[in-house]
């Protein structure tokens, strides 16, 4: 596709439900990032895959939150049990992956907006 | 732990000013560093890219320049238009994919 897109766009959860947010990365992207940018603040890491493979999760704030990328190209990011904290907005993007050392551009999708109620 | 200031929070400037966007790290062990711009609702686009081998960077208007040393960054943009208007965010890895974010300058441009 022509740019990275996420969906759905906005959620709203009612607390204690589970989301699973989708990642479609720019097709051929190896790396893929996810982020989570709350209100006023710059976006913050949560995870990182190389094609299926998770490399890091250290960003992710708790066992509740979850992502895969099974076959090295869409990904999905799931919470469980939503708590209120978790309303921010939720930031994938991809980039080649062949630049050692973090040296490439990264493209960011639009976000997922989610409200926990 | 990495922390990033960008100054200022926010700025408003009549079109046409030339303009100097600030970023801090407090370990001033950068190895890349992007600067990207956010508008309302919508992703981060990246703006431009400082690979380790680089002081800066220009496209356009747009000139982005990293001092080591010192651990700063400075984006400038010339001849600042309406369209310009955005948060401009900054963000820098240590040699890994990485990227710490800082918190953004909001930009407003008047016609």
């Known amino acids: 596709g022509a740019g990275v897109s996420q969906s759905p766009r906005y959620k709203v959860a009612k607390r204690g439900q589970d989301v699973a947010l989708r990642c479609d990365p720019i097709s051929g992207h190896v790396s893929l990032f996810w982020y989570q940018q709350a209100l006023g603040q710059g976006p913050e890491f949560l995870t990182y895959?190389?094609?299926?493979?998770?490399?890091?999760k250290s960003g992710l704030p708790s066992d509740r939150f979850f992502a895969e990328r099974p076959e090295g190209s869409v990904s999905t990011l799931k919470i469980q049990r939503t708590q209120q904290e978790d309303s921010a907005v939720y930031l994938c993007?991809?980039?080649?992956?062949?630049?050692?050392?973090?040296?490439?551009?990264?493209?960011f999708g639009p976000g997922t907006r989610l409200l926990v109620l | 732990k990495q922390e990033v200031t960008q100054i200022p929070a926010a700025l408003s400037v009549p079109e046409g000013e030339n303009l100097v966007l600030n970023c801090s790290f407090t370990?001033?062990?950068?190895?890349?560093l992007q600067w990207f711009r956010q508008d309302p609702g919508k992703g981060l686009t990246s703006l431009l890219l400082i690979q380790s081998s680089q002081r800066e960077q220009t496209s356009g208007r747009l000139n982005a320049s990293l001092d080591k040393s010192s651990g700063r960054s400075t984006l400038y943009i010339a001849a600042s238009q309406p369209g310009d208007s955005a948060t401009y965010l900054c963000a820098g890895s240590s040699g890994t994919y990485k990227y710490i974010f800082g918190t953004g300058t909001r930009l407003k441009v008047l016609a």
């Open positions: 895959f190389q094609n299926e493979a998770q490399l890091d």
């Open positions: 993007a991809s980039s080649l992956g062949f630049t050692a050392g973090g040296a490439e551009t990264q493209y």
């Open positions: 370990d001033s062990a950068i190895y890349n």
